[in-house]
């Protein structure tokens, strides 16, 4: 794992679009691996404004999320599907096939994970993977304990993660109980993973992740270490600054 430490969340937000702009001009079809959540969405906004000033296309890109809360209509405000619609996908030049969330409403939830594996599968090529640190080490909804050879499945969600998550509800009773994931499995076959890490609220999992010798179940985020090329971008404050 490499570190890249940014002065505050804007200045990791423009290092993290220069990462995703550089993959897209390399490799105009390339995956983008994307999460939902506050961290990134300095990261969105600076990409909308890049695409705006003729410096990328996302014509050919195609996506896959990490997530989506089990429940919401895609409609549903605080749907990953409207998050990324809201803060990315409406402003750029993205072609809506080349989308893929996973469905919280299907009937058949086993059978939607197993659709999105096939979907993933078939996004051949570079894949970059943008991931966003859970106070508790969860990756994507990859809550502590998750077997690291899962592929994508549906979750429980901690106490810890629903009461994280309660500011973007009315109240924490409205925080869905579960979320379709990704896998560790599948987050660990992006060539590249970059791992956006900000605030004071994240410094005690930040330290919890450098100073771990092995890979735990019980902090998931861990198993970042056995991956090839994983680049924190951590702003001073989740570095202990001030
Ligand atoms: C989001 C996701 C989560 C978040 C994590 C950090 O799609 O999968 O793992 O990345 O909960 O969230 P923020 O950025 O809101 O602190």
New binding site residues.
């Given amino acids: 794992m490499e570190m890249i430490t940014c002065a505050d969340l804007d200045a990791l937000s423009r290092t993290a679009a220069s990462f995703i702009v550089d993959a897209i001009s390399k490799q105009p079809s390339c995956v983008l691996g ?7 969405l300095g990261t969105y906004r600076e990409l909308i404004k890049r695409f705006n000033h003729g410096e990328v296309s996302f014509n050919n890109v195609r996506t896959i ?3 989506e809360y089990v429940g919401l209509e895609k409609q549903d405000p605080n749907s ?1 599907y409207q998050y990324m619609n809201r803060n990315l996908f409406s402003h750029i030049d993205i072609r809506r096939e080349n989308i893929h969330i996973p469905d919280g409403t299907a009937g058949d939830l086993s059978l939607e994970c197993i659709r999105y594996d096939n979907s993933l599968d078939r996004l051949d090529g570079f894949r970059l993977q943008i ?5 508790n080490g ?4 990859n809550e502590p304990g998750t077997p690291f050879d899962l592929r994508t499945h549906t979750v429980r969600l901690t106490e810890s ?1 629903r009461k ?2 309660a500011r973007f509800f009315k109240n924490e009773s409205q925080v869905p109980e579960s979320a379709i ?1 990704m896998g560790i499995q599948d987050i660990l076959s992006a060539d590249v993973i970059l791992l ?1 890490v ?2 004071a ?2 410094e005690q999992a930040l330290k919890t992740l450098m100073e771990s010798d092995r890979p735990d179940e019980k902090f998931p985020a861990t198993v970042l270490k056995r991956h090839k090329r994983t680049i924190i971008l951590a702003d001073r404050k989740a570095r202990g600054g001030a």
């Fill in positions: 994307l999460a939902t959540g506050s961290t990134p999320n990490l997530d990953y991931l966003g640190l859970g106070r969860h990756i994507g909804f993660t994280a998550n994931t956006l900000a605030g609220s994240k």
